[in-house]
């Protein structure tokens, strides 16, 4: 198992030891995610669970068979948990937003708001987009003419709000609707228009092919008249709000403003923990090259303190030697010769080098200060 920073890297035949020896709702939040999180895990990969009551009938007594690993899991897959912790929002840092009032008609409407309704234009299957000109970027709105105008009104209703709050909203240069939050936070939002699958009836003439096959209907998707209100970030905040059969997207305005905020503080909590992350990281690598420039250093000095410690036997040796054949010291090309591998083990001695350079000269700086 190797964990990190907002993730664990557990292999099946680990997962399967860990969800046998511990309830799940336990081992869940020790990799940071839900109950049924883990076990789409361990659907996904083949790996049998304990059932209902196991547990207790576990620490009553009785001696339960565990199912084995089956073969068609792949034991050594590796499979990478991430955390899907919502992260805590103080209550104090949290701003109070009423109900917005969304106007039914556009009227004095927001330049950005104005802006995108000028340029945008219909498809043959009446789906909006914009024509993107030099200089000119329209609001994130995905939808067909019939919700068009009232996803223009929604849009219109959020940005005032949100800059009264004192927020900011642009279009950034990708041409994406953005929030600019008061911490500097930027978060991207956009409205689109939800999709429902569709069952229809194959043509005999135009289908014959598919008929032949087998099949009876096709699937396509066409648009809901029901409008998205979504967040970028994947904070743990709540990100999404839509039309319901009870409750239109209007209504839900004043939690998606106060939702703004919050993201923006979980934004900010997320970049710090990044940075913080990522300067232990740069000071356990700074630490790793010092260990190695060191182990570097120590090589080379193991290196030249063999070289000298051999020099030195072999002067030695070599004086010893000549003094026992001539019955006198060593003279002339000899002494010269002995003279300069004397120089060369002085130069190569790294005991000596160590101590001119750390010991003696703090001595002498130390002196200097007194």
């Known amino acids: 198992m190797n964990k990190g920073d907002g993730w664990t890297d557990v292999s099946v035949e680990e997962l399967y030891q860990l969800i046998w020896e511990k309830p799940i709702h336990t081992l869940s939040k020790e990799f940071g995610i839900s109950d049924v999180g883990l076990a789409k895990i361990c659907k996904r990969n083949n790996i049998p669970r304990p059932e209902r009551g196991y547990w207790a009938r576990l620490?009553?007594?009785?001696?339960?068979?565990?199912?084995?690993?089956?073969?068609?899991?792949?034991?050594?897959?590796?499979?990478?948990?991430?955390?899907?912790?919502?992260?805590?929002?103080p209550l104090e840092s949290t701003p109070r937003s009423s109900e917005l009032i969304v106007p039914d008609s556009l009227s004095n409407a927001h330049p950005l708001v104005e802006i995108t309704r000028k340029h945008a234009r219909f498809d043959k299957k009446e789906a909006a987009f914009v024509m993107f000109q030099e200089n000119i970027r329209c609001l994130s709105i995905h939808t067909t003419r019939n919700t068009f105008e009232r996803a223009l009104c929604v849009m219109d209703a959020v940005i005032k709000t949100l800059e009264r709050e004192g927020l900011q909203?642009?279009?950034?240069?990708?041409?994406?609707?953005?929030?600019?939050?008061?911490?500097?936070?930027?978060?991207?939002?956009?409205?689109?228009?939800a999709l429902k699958k569709e069952q229809i009836?194959?043509?005999?003439?135009?289908?014959?092919?598919?008929?032949?096959?087998?099949?009876?209907?096709?699937?396509?998707?066409?648009?809901?008249?029901k409008l998205h209100l979504?967040?970028?970030?994947n904070t743990g905040v709540?990100?999404?709000?839509?039309?319901?059969?009870?409750?239109?997207?209007?209504?839900?305005?004043g939690d998606f403003v106060i939702c703004v905020h919050k993201n923006a503080i979980a934004l900010r909590q997320r970049h710090l923990e990044w940075e913080e992350w990522r300067r232990q990281r740069?000071?356990?690598?700074?630490?790793?090259?010092?260990?190695?420039?060191?182990?570097?250093?120590?090589?080379r000095q193991l290196t030249n303190f063999r070289y000298t410690e051999?020099?030195?036997?072999?002067?030695?040796?070599?004086?010893?030697?000549?003094?026992n054949a001539t019955g006198r010291e060593p003279e002339g090309k000899a002494a010269e010769w002995l003279a300069w591998l004397e120089c060369r083990a002085k130069n190569y001695d790294p005991v000596k080098a160590y101590i001119n350079t750390y010991v003696l000269q703090k001595n002498f700086k130390e002196g200097e200060n007194d």
Request: with cysteine; net charge positive; aromatic share 4%.
């Open 59 to 89: 620490h009553s007594g009785q001696k339960i068979k565990t199912p084995p690993l089956p073969k068609s899991a792949s034991r050594n897959h590796v499979i990478r948990i991430t955390k899907t912790e919502t992260i805590k929002i």
């Open 169 to 193: 909203v642009i279009i950034n240069k990708s041409g994406v609707t953005c929030i600019i939050a008061s911490n500097g936070e930027n978060i991207e939002f956009s409205i689109r228009e």
């Open 201 to 225: 009836a194959l043509d005999p003439i135009k289908d014959r092919f598919s008929i032949s096959v087998g099949h009876t209907h096709r699937t396509d998707y066409i648009p809901s008249g």
């Open 230 to 233: 979504e967040l970028g970030g």
């Open 238 to 253: 709540r990100s999404r709000w839509r039309d319901t059969d009870k409750r239109p997207l209007e209504k839900a305005l």
């Open 282 to 299: 740069e000071e356990e690598a700074q630490l790793r090259r010092e260990e190695e420039q060191k182990e570097k250093a120590l090589e």
């Open 310 to 323: 051999t020099l030195g036997r072999y002067i030695h040796a070599l004086r010893k030697g000549i003094a």
